[in-house]
């Protein structure tokens, strides 16, 4: 079918059900249709597949091997139809990108971001391993197959997955270059669970470095040493020397999760719900908001961040970075996931985050009205907005509700005057970043003490990084590293 036709088909209604609303790809197999379900209201994907493909018969046995699956990480299948040219596979429609893309748009992970989807990876991969009296293979583990769909790993193209004894059937084999195990580029190799563990240490090397690893392995002295050394197991040319097992592999990942128990568990039990506002236009509200919404993300804390006043930030950093909404009117760039303000008027489907920052701009009002869990006010520091600030911080405090003062824009060596009632102790002062998405060294450092002491989250730091414990012991005696700092009682 050519184009044209393509065109005319989105609108039709395959099967009685399947209201076709657009295209979502095409490829050598077939075309990928969006639909809505119309008893259902729900979105699904629809791939479609001329019966005349060569390989037509690949992807019924991947439909095969999806349908009865039944995991967070993998796709479900929720029906198979054909007519008369072609079948169609009807399954999950899922909103994400790739580990791929991700690491090319934004360069590579953090460690614990590496590591959190290192674990949702092998819990997936443990899942098909021993989903039946033969383990499912995959046998093409590689970014571009792995889906980020709001901080969810999702396992994509079962097209070369077979059981045990078929994977070890004679033909041909395929796989990644770079992912794909050494046993795959022989045809006398003996594939095993083991051949999957070769690809998850290639994938967690690539969103760590942004590299895929060279044989034989040697990692940079600059590398984690903990998880040099787990990739380096993963990776090994004989495969008795690998992981055992993709549970193995993940009960060692989580060993090494870089956050406080406690609070991770704290953060994924429950809602945290910051809200920030300024003291007055410009105090920079968005600027910090950003920067602490890229920080937990790349320390495992996923988050959303929420325009909650009509500035056009949102609207103007969709354009600028070409970004697509999906079905909760979110979007993203560089790993930053942001909803827009869209006004009272529109009501869409709450998504699914836990920890949310929102945006009040200089609504300080609005912001304590809304009973967050935690406000954060971001006051302009200049001297000429003295008046301003004080009034601001006197209202936060009379707030009742556990709070942080950022000080933004002050020079050295100004004293500030607090309300009488204000602690010292949840006051900061931001230094000067000009990119949120990319904080410095010192930048990092304030985040890390804005969590710990006004947010109450424990961060590790990672090796190599020094003097974080005299800037706190600077900054609790009202002192900054090189820049004087005083907190006076009005």
């Known amino acids: ?136 293979l995959h046998l093409d583990l590689q970014p571009k197959n792995l889906l980020l769909c709001h901080d969810t790993i999702k396992l994509i193209d079962f097209g070369l997955a077979a059981s045990l004894a078929d994977a070890n059937m004679p033909g041909e084999r395929y796989g990644t270059v770079g992912c794909a195990a050494p046993e795959q580029y022989s045809k006398n190799g003996v594939l095993d669970v083991r051949t999957d563990i070769y690809a998850i240490g290639t994938i967690i090397h690539y969103l760590f470095t942004g590299e895929f690893p060279k044989l034989p ?39 090494l999760e870089n956050m406080g128990t406690a609070a991770k568990d704290r953060l994924q039990s429950s809602s945290l719900t910051i809200a920030l506002a300024g003291s007055k236009s410009g105090a920079g509200t968005t600027h910090i908001g950003i920067g602490l919404s890229v920080y937990l993300r790349n320390h495992g804390y996923p988050n959303l961040f929420e325009e909650k006043n009509n500035s056009g930030m949102g609207a103007g950093l969709g354009d600028y970075a070409s970004a697509k909404r999906d079905q909760y009117g979110l979007m993203r760039c560089r790993g930053f996931v942001w909803k827009p303000y869209y006004g009272p008027g529109v009501k869409l489907k709450d998504p699914p985050f836990r920890v949310r920052i929102l945006d009040y701009g200089k609504d300080l009002e609005q912001a304590l009205g809304a009973g967050p869990d935690r406000v954060i006010l971001i006051c302009d520091g200049s001297s000429w907005s003295r008046s301003s600030t004080f009034f601001s911080v006197e209202q936060v405090v009379k707030g009742r509700i556990p709070y942080g003062i950022v000080y933004n824009h002050a020079a ?79």
């Open 412 to 490: 050295g060596g100004i004293r500030i005057r607090l309300p009488e009632g204000a602690a010292p102790s949840r006051c900061l002062k931001a230094p000067y970043y000009p990119d949120p998405f990319a904080p410095d060294a010192e930048a990092e450092d304030f985040y890390k003490v804005f969590l710990e002491e006004i947010l109450e989250i424990k961060i590790r730091r990672k090796k190599g990084i020094s003097g974080l414990a005299g800037w706190i012991a600077q900054r609790l005696t009202g002192m900054l590293p090189g820049k004087d700092r005083t907190f006076g009682k009005g």
């Open 217 to 255: 392995y040697k990692p940079a002295a600059s590398m984690d040493t903990d998880l040099a050394a787990l990739i380096k197991r993963c990776i090994k040319k004989e495969k008795e020397e690998r992981f055992s097992s993709a549970k193995e592999l993940e009960e060692r990942l989580r060993q």
């Open 1 to 136: 079918m050519d184009r044209q036709k393509e065109v005319v088909l989105v609108s039709a209604v395959l099967f009685g059900k399947y209201q076709l609303y657009g295209i979502l790809g095409t490829g050598r197999a077939g075309t990928v249709f969006l639909a809505v379900h119309l008893g259902l209201e729900e979105y699904r994907a629809i791939k479609r597949v001329p019966k005349s493909f060569l390989k037509f018969e690949d992807l019924r046995r991947e439909a095969l091997v999806l349908k009865e699956l039944r995991h967070p990480g993998i796709p479900i299948i929720y029906d198979v139809e054909e007519d008369e040219f072609y079948s169609y596979l009807i399954e999950e429609y899922l909103e994400g990108e790739s580990l791929y893309d991700l690491v090319k748009k934004q360069g590579h992970l953090s460690r614990a971001l590496t590591i959190s989807y290192g674990i949702q990876l092998t819990s997936i991969i443990s899942y098909l391993h021993l989903a039946g009296p033969n383990p499912i």
